[in-house]
Every structure is written in structure tokens, then in C-alpha cells.
């Protein structure tokens, strides 16, 4: 079944608020791997939701909330397998696919 609509379908990633860092990272890495065979269809982007409170890392120094992940990640390594694009300029309709 072909959509009716023109350009690319964006699959936004989100994990449980309390779970840890690994399985964030694992949960959003697995649907790349689906974005992956999804682009073989269809023109796909990935929206990478920012970090919120890493319980585990808790400190008053930092400021958690809304973390890009490429405070974390290289995302243009990302990028060579999976167009993707970070939440904030998702959100914002900058549309900046890294």
C-alpha cells in the first residue's frame, strides 16, 4: 500500500522517562535499524528525542533537560547509514538533518 502524500515519513524514537541511559540508546538504535529497511520503501527520517533526567547522573552542577544527543553521540556518523534530525529542530520546523 503506497501513502498518498509526498515526502518523507519521520519516525520519532521515545523511551520510559525513568529507564537508563543504555536502554535509551539501544531502544532508539534498534529503530534505526527499522528506519534502515523502512527507506528501501519509502524516503524516512529518524527524530531523535533529547535526553531528559538521567537518573543515574543526577547532579545540581548540570542542567538535564532537553539534552541533544549530540552532546553524547556524533550524529553525522548516525547520518552515513539513516538520514536523522535532532527533536528541538523538529519541533521547531528547522528541519535540520544532520
Avoid at 18 to 26: A, M, N, Q, T, Y
Wanted: aromatic content about 12%.
Amino acid at each position: 500500500m503506497r501513502r498518498a502524500l509526498r515526502g518523507p515519513v519521520y519516525l520519532l524514537c521515545d523511551v520510559n522517562p525513568p529507564e537508563g541511559f543504555s536502554l535509551h540508546r539501544s531502544v532508539c538504535i534498534h529503530i534505526a535499524f527499522l528506519l534502515k529497511t523502512l527507506l528501501k520503501m519509502e524516503e524516512s527520517v529518524l527524530v531523535i528525542p533529547p535526553w531528559g533526567r538521567l537518573y543515574h547522573w543526577q547532579s545540581l552542577d548540570i542542567h538535564q533537560v532537553r539534552i541533544p544527543w549530540s552532546d553524547f553521540f556524533d550524529l553525522s556518523s548516525l547520518n552515513r547509514n539513516i538520514p536523522d534530525t535532532e527533536y528541538q529542530p523538529f519541533i521547531a520546523g528547522e528541519m535540520v538533518i544532520v
